[in-house]
């Protein structure tokens, strides 16, 4: 009976088929392997993780008693270099979700020629209802436990969705204490103090609000002209808001897990962000606040989703208003969505190159810790800009010559390189 309750549960919190992002990314990856004329034995290699780790995580809470927390580490690829990838704390973590965002994070690296392929990790669990402390043991328990399988030329962690530099830095600590030297390029997204990069926090967003310029030009727009929605107000969502405000936008709306806020004048962005918690919220505090789902049809130019995966579905991408939806968060259409909006012949720009600017910088601190060496915030935003506007302008140029999406374009671009190692490398 156990048995069966726990089946039936496990069943009810699967996702509907199509919004499985593993087998939705899987589909991609076929289409980008059969346009570059590649054999099945490629697509077998490259639609699953090469590598998959399952944890078991016991760790002592506040209260004395012992909570086990699962815990996955997955590494997609490894033909171009050492993986790399973040690492979310979030109840909804799964294996799927967890593998689909390691291909992922391959295909960011494809497209910006980062030394690398990509990795991710989990685990599931809510930081939300944690101490501090609790969230210290568990961090160094997941490091206890992944150990075997990461280091600083073997797979390099970074943070994700609920996780931020006091993560990186115990997770640092307590590889460093493993090893018995200190490494500091095993983990990005450090603080500066402990070998971070200069603009790395801010990175992801402006990395998407380059993204979301370069497409704006390629419509004839200009900055000064949008109005924005940003949904979610995370790290990324947050300084999405900021930079785009600072750019000359108008951010008419942002959002938070308990709803959004809508003012066609413009919001106090300033004002928003001194409100936010450490987890993003700011919504408690307002009033007027809509729910999620009248959040994402509200009037805008620009729709910036900045929080998890499968918010624009088939239910609301014919009531979308927007005419550029920039993927700040990983997976946040479904294809179903995707389809109706290429239809309406509205520019999506991709998760893999809209939100890359984050692992971009990634790259630039492990490249600064190893050579000991650090850059002014000036070169890290130049270096990033100058790699975002050619990925943005050779994924437009792509879809154009092949006729496709920006997204099967972005893949055709992303997975070529892991493809080509694979080949020289002799594995298929
Ligand atoms: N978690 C981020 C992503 O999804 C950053 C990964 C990294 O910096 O390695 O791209």
Redesign the pocket.
């Known amino acids: 009976m156990a048995n069966l309750n726990k089946r039936l549960i496990v069943g009810a919190n699967m996702p509907a088929p199509s919004e499985n992002v593993l087998t939705n990314t899987q589909k991609v990856i076929r289409d980008a392997l059969d346009r570059l004329g590649y054999e099945s034995a490629m697509y077998d290699l490259l639609s699953e993780p090469m590598r998959v780790l399952t944890v078991q995580i016991p760790v002592r809470m506040d209260d004395g008693r012992t909570q086990v927390f699962t815990g996955y580490r997955a590494q997609h690829n490894d033909a171009t270099g050492p993986t790399?990838?973040?690492v979310?704390f979030h109840p909804d973590v799964t294996l799927d979700e967890v593998k689909a965002?390691s291909i992922?994070?391959s295909i960011?690296c494809g497209i910006f020629n980062l030394p690398y392929g990509g990795a991710?990790g989990g685990i599931v669990c809510d930081p939300r209802t944690m101490s501090l402390a609790e969230q210290e043991r568990l961090a160094r328990g997941y490091v206890r436990a992944i150990s075997q399988i990461v280091g600083p030329a073997k797979d390099?962690?970074?943070?994700?969705?609920y996780t931020n530099p006091q993560i990186m830095s115990w997770m640092y600590d307590e590889y460093s204490h493993i090893r018995e030297y200190d490494s500091p390029g095993f983990i990005?997204?450090k603080p500066l103090v402990l070998g971070g990069s200069r603009g790395?926090e801010q990175a992801?967003a402006l990395g998407v609000c380059i993204a979301m310029r370069e497409a704006a030009h390629h419509l004839g727009k200009e900055v000064a002209d949008l109005r924005i929605l940003v949904q979610g107000f995370g790290n990324v969502g947050s300084n999405v808001a900021r930079i785009a405000h600072s750019m000359g936008a108008k951010v008419v709306g942002i959002s938070d897990a308990g709803g959004g806020v809508y003012n066609e004048s413009g919001l106090d962005i300033p004002a928003l962000l001194e409100m936010r918690d450490s987890f993003g919220m700011v919504t408690t505090q307002l009033s007027n606040v809509m729910s999620n789902e009248d959040f994402l049809v509200q009037p805008c130019d620009v729709l910036i989703p900045a929080a998890l995966e499968n918010q624009i579905t088939s239910k609301n991408a014919n009531d979308i208003k927007a005419s550029i939806v920039i993927e700040a968060a990983?997976g946040p259409t479904t294809p179903e969505a995707d389809e109706i909006l290429q239809q309406r012949g509205i520019l999506v720009v991709p998760d893999v190159l809209a939100?890359?600017g984050?692992?971009t910088?990634?790259?630039f601190e492990w490249v600064q810790n190893n050579q000991g060496f650090y850059w002014t915030e000036d070169e890290v935003n130049s270096r990033l800009e100058e790699k975002m506007v050619a990925s943005v302008q050779q994924i437009l140029d792509t879809a154009e010559r092949y006729q496709v999406s920006p997204r099967l374009a972005a893949y055709i671009v992303g997975i070529r390189p892991f493809a080509e190692a694979i080949r020289w490398r002799g594995w298929v």
């Open positions: 790399k990838g973040g979310r965002l992922w994070m960011k991710k390099i962690p970074a943070p994700d969705v990005t997204g790395r992801t990983n939100n890359a984050g692992v910088v990634s790259y």
